[in-house]
Every structure is written in structure tokens, then in C-alpha cells.
């Protein structure tokens, strides 16, 4: 197993996660559920619009945090903004009735990665795992 489909698995299993940014000087936090990992690169979503995206965009130093039972996954690294056709074809195909509302609305889905990942698996008191991705 690539550590990509690492996180990816640790994420698929937690189901709902964590995205973290700054606001200016304040952390930001909210939940996220969607990625998908492609060509062993794990993507995110969310629209253009929304505050998250023009924080990430501002800074791109971000961090999702993932809980599944006992464990909990910390993955930084600095967000890249993709703009691929293909790529979001299979974002429509993931997850049609949320990109059928985009669409109703006019709004842009917003792709990104992570570059210079790195990830860590711990328990409550102990590294399981730390891996760069």
C-alpha cells in the first residue's frame, strides 16, 4: 500500500474529517468528506466561493485531521490548486448530486492536493505511524 492510499484509506474509514486553514491570523477548521485518490494523489474538493477556498488560495499551509476509533491522522502540507477536465469528470461521476447543485447554481468546484505531505497515525498516547506523501 502507497502511503497515498494510506490516508485515503485512514480518511474513507473515518468518513467525515477535518480541513484546516487560517483566516489571517485565526486556525480555521470544518468538516470535509470528500476526496478521491487518482494516479496515487489524493484530491479535495469544495467551491471556489466559499471561505475555505480563498483561505487555502491565501495560504496554502493546511492540515486535515481524521478520528477512527482509537486512532487519529494528522496530514499537512501545502495545497495546490488543480484545474483538469478529466480529473473533474471523475469528481461528476463521484459524486453527481452535489456537482448537479453546483451546476444549478453556477458555482466552480474547486480542486486541489497537497504537496510536501507529510502524515502521522497515533493513538492517544503514542506515534503509530509517520509517513511523507
Known amino acids: 500500500m502507497t502511503n497515498a492510499e494510506k490516508v485515503h484509506d485512514f480518511l474513507n474509514k473515518a468518513q467525515t474529517f477535518y480541513f484546516l486553514t487560517t483566516d489571517g491570523d485565526q486556525p480555521k477548521g470544518r468538516p470535509f468528506g470528500f476526496q478521491m485518490l487518482v494516479d496515487d494523489t489524493l484530491y479535495f474538493g469544495c467551491g471556489t466561493f466559499k471561505n475555505v477556498f480563498k483561505q487555502l488560495t491565501?495560504?496554502?499551509?493546511?492540515?486535515?485531521?481524521?478520528?477512527?476509533?482509537?486512532?487519529?491522522?494528522?496530514?499537512?502540507?501545502?495545497?495546490?490548486?488543480?484545474?483538469?477536465?478529466?480529473?473533474?469528470?471523475?469528481?461528476?461521476?463521484?459524486?453527481?448530486?452535489?456537482?448537479?447543485?453546483?451546476?444549478q447554481n453556477g458555482w466552480e468546484m474547486g480542486l486541489f492536493c497537497l504537496k510536501n505531505g507529510h502524515a502521522e497515525i497515533r493513538g492517544m498516547m503514542d506515534l503509530k505511524e509517520e509517513f511523507d506523501v
Open 58 to 103: 491565501a495560504n496554502p499551509r493546511v492540515e486535515v485531521l481524521a478520528v477512527n476509533g482509537g486512532e487519529f491522522l494528522r496530514y499537512d502540507g501545502q495545497a495546490k490548486i488543480v484545474k483538469d477536465a478529466a480529473l473533474l469528470e471523475k469528481v461528476r461521476s463521484a459524486i453527481p448530486q452535489i456537482m448537479s447543485l453546483y451546476d
